[in-house]
């Protein structure tokens, strides 16, 4: 059974630093592109990265590059967001999501039950 | 960046009949080299992630009920729930995967009249 655990999330001030983790465990992690969606407060949903199950490429949406890096440990089966330069808007739970390819199909098979985070003063 | 739209924003429906929901994208997702649509949907209960419905604008993810179908082509499509049952309650995203930045729909929330 294919599982997507995040940890990570939690309250962090406006400028401030936080990293996202995702375990994943019932399939070949390194064979599959993984993502980051975040959903802000009664808001829909919103692509922030993703990388290839190699670990080769990554992609980010325009509204975290240069603050947001995904990566990947694929000998531990773990996924990372780091996000710096927190700013309010970045206010959402965070997602760890499956692509059912290792080159980033673009849709997502299996999700994480999410992590807060939380920007605020 | 692919702009994609639903409507309704709402909608109501008595158990048993058909809803239908509607997705257009900014621009064409129909890939030419391999006449695929890139286009998926996905169903969000209250207080869970979201669940993959249908991928590739109407091939059924294994699991989901026949109930469930997609259709359209390009820029304009359907997904249809052929007779309502109380768990179908949820907003249902329509999502492109024809380039990034991924791009989802603003969401449809389905009730039960």
């Known amino acids: 059974e294919v599982q997507l655990l995040e940890s990570g999330g939690g309250l962090v001030q406006p400028g401030g630093s936080l990293r996202l983790s995702c375990a994943a465990s019932?399939?070949?992690?390194?064979?599959?592109?993984m993502s980051w969606v975040r959903q802000a407060p009664g808001k829909g949903l919103e692509w922030v990265s993703g990388?290839?199950?190699?670990?080769?490429?990554?992609y980010n949406a325009d509204s975290v590059k240069g603050r947001f890096t995904i990566s990947r440990d694929n000998s531990k089966n773990t996924l990372f967001l780091q996000m710096n330069s927190l700013r309010a808007e970045d206010t959402a739970i965070y997602y760890c999501a499956k692509d059912p390819r290792g080159s980033m199909q673009g849709y997502f098979d299996y999700w994480g039950q999410g992590a807060l985070v939380t920007v605020s003063s | 960046d692919i702009v994609m739209t639903q409507s309704p924003d709402s909608l109501a429906v008595s158990l048993g009949e058909r809803a239908t929901i509607n997705c257009k994208s900014s621009?064409?997702?129909?890939?030419?080299?391999?006449?695929?649509?890139?286009l998926a949907w996905y169903q969000q209960q209250p207080g869970q992630p979201p669940k993959l419905l249908i991928y590739?604008?109407?091939t059924r993810e294994s699991g989901v009920p026949d109930r469930f179908s997609g259709s359209g082509s390009g820029t304009d499509f359907t997904l249809t729930i052929s007779s309502l049952q109380a768990e179908d309650v949820a907003v249902y995203y329509c999502?492109?995967?024809?380039?990034?930045?991924?791009?989802f729909g603003q969401g449809t929330k389905l009730e039960i009249k």
């Open positions: 990388i290839y199950g190699s670990g080769d490429s990554t």
């Open positions: 621009q064409s997702v129909l890939y030419s080299s391999n006449s695929e649509n890139y």
């Open positions: 590739w604008a109407s």
């Open positions: 019932g399939f070949t992690f390194s064979s599959y592109a």
């Open positions: 999502q492109q995967y024809y380039s990034t930045p991924y791009t």
